[in-house]
């Protein structure tokens, strides 16, 4: 059971990136998986998730617009990998993104919340400006 993350890098402001976040060993559709973030200093916060009913997705106030979660179509119940499209990145952006398997997802403040069942080690990301 694990969730592997990738993607991160050094962007310039405006810029894009796609982080991706594979999901093995569990059955991936029966869960809310998503996204958090942390910068230095400062509080995980909540960016983005699929929910497993229907597929709804959730954004952070921050993230709306900009941010696109989406999933393969995996046949492999087992496994599936789990996107995020960022653009255009601010320097505010900045930190660690982790993938997260959860339930209980809501929005709070501009972030999201949730209960957090596993964690991915994350992936830096890092705008210039």
């Known amino acids: 059971v694990q969730l592997v993350e990738s993607g991160g890098g050094l962007v310039q402001t405006g810029g894009s990136l796609r982080l991706s976040c594979e999901a093995s060993g569990f059955e991936v559709d029966m869960y809310d998986i998503g996204w958090f973030r942390q910068a230095p200093g400062k509080s995980r916060e909540g960016v983005a998730c699929?929910?497993?009913?229907?597929?709804?997705?959730?954004?952070?106030?921050f993230a709306e617009g900009r941010f696109t979660s989406s999933s393969d179509s995996s046949s492999d119940i087992m496994k599936k990998t789990v996107y995020l499209d960022m653009t255009p990145l601010k320097p505010e952006d900045a930190g660690v993104y982790l993938c997260?398997?959860?339930?209980?997802?809501?929005?709070?403040?501009?972030?999201?919340?949730?209960?957090?069942?596993?964690w991915g080690k994350g992936t830096q990301v890092t705008v210039g400006s």
């Open positions: 997260a398997v959860g339930a209980a997802w809501v929005p709070r403040g501009n972030s999201l919340t949730a209960s957090i069942d596993l």
């Open positions: 699929i929910r497993a009913r229907y597929g709804v997705k959730l954004y952070a106030e």
